[in-house]
């Protein structure tokens, strides 16, 4: 029997899919969801055949609507100072693998914070993507005032945190906010087959390190951003895999990662 209730794992050529797993609440983020999530995230953490994680909402209609709110109605002050919710989306950020956030559909709240922890986001036409956490009287709490001024700017994030308005698939690529547009729900899987084809071919070492070096350097200062490039860059050139590359381009072949 899966140890999963809320969410399924399925694992498929170094690729591992999870699905966010309540459509009949739009894939809200209540505790037993939190609780499997990162139980999925550590179980795709030490398996070490898998280079990319993918995250989506089960159904045509949601990534996931946020926090429950039902949940969230009974939090008292000092709840909201645990780790929670941004602990679990710093813990994905941090994750030795690459992710992808498949956005079909509803992506609010901490719906919305989940798939900007991760590395890279596909969204479809008729996704709706917002952080409406003003209506309820609270603000974004799980990274979503940090990492969305990050990613798409602080004049913009203030429009859309302020307004809490929702775009769709179209205009979060036109404003960054996804890296990715597909027309159909139906097209997401294959796009994001084709994006983590590309990821696939490369060494984990070299994954785990690259986004490293991007999302832990973008808060120190430059200078300091830059030692932790030429630290991380100093691990790589120890690896075969970086002798294999670099021979494979001598060679004239593909590069064959031993992935070590
Ligand atoms: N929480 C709990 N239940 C939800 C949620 C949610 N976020 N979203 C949807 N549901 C439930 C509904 O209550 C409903 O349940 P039932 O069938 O039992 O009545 C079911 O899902 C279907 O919902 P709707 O009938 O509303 O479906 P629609 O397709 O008409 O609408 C929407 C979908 C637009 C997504 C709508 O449900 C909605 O607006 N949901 C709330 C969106 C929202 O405000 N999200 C932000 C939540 S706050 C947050 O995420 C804060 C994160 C940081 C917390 C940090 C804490 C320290």
């Keep these: 029997m899966s140890q999963y209730e809320n969410v399924r ?19 809200a983020l209540d505790a037993a969801m939190l609780s499997e999530i990162e139980k999925a995230i550590d179980e795709a953490e030490k398996d070490e055949d898998i280079k990319v ?23 008292k002050p000092l709840e909201a100072l645990v780790p929670g919710m941004q602990g679990l989306y710093d813990k994905i950020e941090s994750l030795n ?28 036409k008729q996704a709706k993507i917002g952080l409406p956490e003003l209506n309820l009287g609270i603000i974004p ?17 203030l429009d859309m945190i302020l307004t809490g308005k929702m775009i769709d698939g179209k205009e979060a690529e036109r404003i ?5 547009f597909v027309q159909e729900v139906e ?7 084709i994006v983590a084809g590309k990821i696939l071919k490369k060494g984990p070492v070299a994954i785990q390190l690259a986004k490293m070096a991007v999302h832990k350097g973008y808060d120190l200062d430059e200078g300091t951003a830059m030692w932790l490039e030429k630290i991380s860059q100093a691990v790589v050139f120890g690896t075969e895999d970086k002798k294999e590359g670099t021979r494979a381009f001598i060679e004239k072949r593909k ?6």
């Design 97 to 124: 693998k690459a992710t992808i956030a498949l956005v079909n559909g509803y992506a609010l709240g901490g719906g919305c914070e989940l798939a900007m922890a991760c590395d890279i986001r596909i969204a479809a």
């Design 53 to 75: 994680v993918i995250i989506q909402g089960e159904g045509k209609k949601s990534f996931a609507a946020g926090a429950d709110i039902k949940q969230l109605h009974d939090k």
């Design 255 to 260: 590069a064959e990662f031993q992935n070590k």
């Design 141 to 157: 709490g799980a990274g979503g005032t940090q990492r969305m001024a990050r990613i798409i700017g602080k004049g913009r994030a």
């Design 187 to 193: 097209d997401l899987t294959g796009e994001a087959k």
């Design 9 to 27: 794992v399925e694992k498929e050529e170094g690729i591992f899919w999870l699905t966010l797993n309540r459509p009949e609440s739009r894939n």
């Design 176 to 180: 960054g906010l996804a890296n990715y």
